[in-house]
């Protein structure tokens, strides 16, 4: 931080300088806060960097640790958008300068982008198969660091009225309980149910435990009238249809 120059003007001694630095190479490496400000003003949010994004969000930073180098902090500390986007409150917290209220921020505006992109195409457009599925749900579950497991209720029309987020965490046949699943389809009216989760690890192959939680409710879904349709595990870019296996 270079230190501020005093003059002779008496009151105005100091003169505020930018919360900014340059490398050996010449490169800014921390951003003033005002100046993202003043380029969204003027050139627009979609030209502005990552860096002048999260100074942004980041707001005034803490003592010792302006905006500017809170948000080269986080670039360091995650090597890319998505693993920004898939670190939770705590893990945000651990990086220096980044409080309760920044990481929340954060976490809030990471989210809004993902329900963004799920919304590309209207919620209330029909399912016509797998992949409308994915790009619903895709953008939510791609980045997530542990499992969840949601049911799609489908009128008939096959239009989603209600998600239900089943479970978190290690997805095991014997937490999943058919008759929340159901119990909340027969009071929505469902005519169908389509099943999907999230792989952490990024490979949408099915796993045994994913067969058995499929058949467990498939069964369940035969027995009541409401149809399990389909089970759509996500992985990153990439998902797997459960569909044939429904059909055996």
Do not use: C, K
């Amino acid at each position: 931080m270079r230190t501020a120059r005093r003059s002779d003007a008496g009151p105005r001694a100091a003169i505020a300088m930018p919360d900014s630095v340059r490398d050996r190479a010449g490169m800014r490496t921390t951003i003033d806060p005002e100046l993202p400000r003043e380029r969204l003003r003027h050139v627009g949010v979609r030209n502005l960097s990552v860096p002048e994004l999260l100074t942004l969000l980041i707001g005034t930073g803490v003592a010792g640790a302006p905006a500017g180098v809170v948000a080269s902090r986080l670039r360091e500390r995650f090597d890319s958008l998505r693993s920004l986007a898939a670190a939770d409150v705590a893990t945000l917290e651990r990086v220096a300068g980044v409080g309760p209220a920044t990481a929340s921020r954060l976490a809030a505006a990471l989210e809004l982008g993902r329900r963004s992109a799920a919304e590309e195409e209207p919620l209330e457009s029909p399912i016509r198969g797998p992949h409308d599925v994915y790009r619903r749900m895709g953008p939510r579950l791609r980045d997530v660091a542990q499992e969840e497991f949601h049911a799609l209720l489908l009128n008939t029309r096959h239009r989603v009225v209600r998600e239900v987020l089943v479970t978190r965490g290690i997805l095991d046949a014997s937490l999943i309980h058919p008759r929340e699943v159901f119990r909340i389809a027969v009071s929505e009216g469902a005519a169908g149910i389509i099943l999907v989760h999230n792989h952490p690890s990024g490979d949408p192959a099915p796993s045994a435990e994913d067969r058995a939680v499929t058949r467990q409710l498939a069964d369940a879904g035969r027995a009541l009238g409401i149809p399990v349709l389909d089970h759509i595990v996500i992985g990153r870019g990439r998902y797997t249809s459960l569909a044939p296996e429904l059909l055996l």
